[in-house]
């Protein structure tokens, strides 16, 4: 079994065409003092696979699923002005403007 998909609280939902994995959403469920929410670790659909609505379908099997657990939430990072934004938004999700996210990188010049 993969690590990401070894904790209690990660969850995984998958399409399939046959024996290949087409489309995937990957993450794990975070608990807060009030709620819950899933923080998606990976998504993606299989280029051959896009513009199909396969991907919509998987996020709305997945909030379902989620629902049936008491989450309401999902969240997920991706890049400012990537093609997928435009995805996620089509899908429901929102740009938070209030977070900031960082990083620190220490990689020897």
């Known amino acids: 079994m993969p690590v990401m998909m070894a904790s209690r609280m990660s969850r995984g939902y998958v399409i399939c065409d046959g024996d290949t994995i ?8 975070m608990t807060y003092l009030d709620f819950k929410e899933l923080f998606i670790d990976e998504f993606s659909v299989h280029p051959a696979y896009q513009k199909q609505g396969l991907g919509g379908k998987l996020l709305s099997f997945a909030k379902e699923a989620l629902q049936n657990e008491g989450v309401f939430d999902m969240v997920l990072n991706t890049e400012r002005g990537y093609p997928a934004v435009q995805f996620y938004e089509k899908n429901g999700f929102k740009t938070l403007e209030k977070i900031v996210m960082m990083y620190c990188t220490f990689r020897r010049t």
């Open 22 to 29: 087409v489309s995937m959403c990957i993450g794990r469920i």
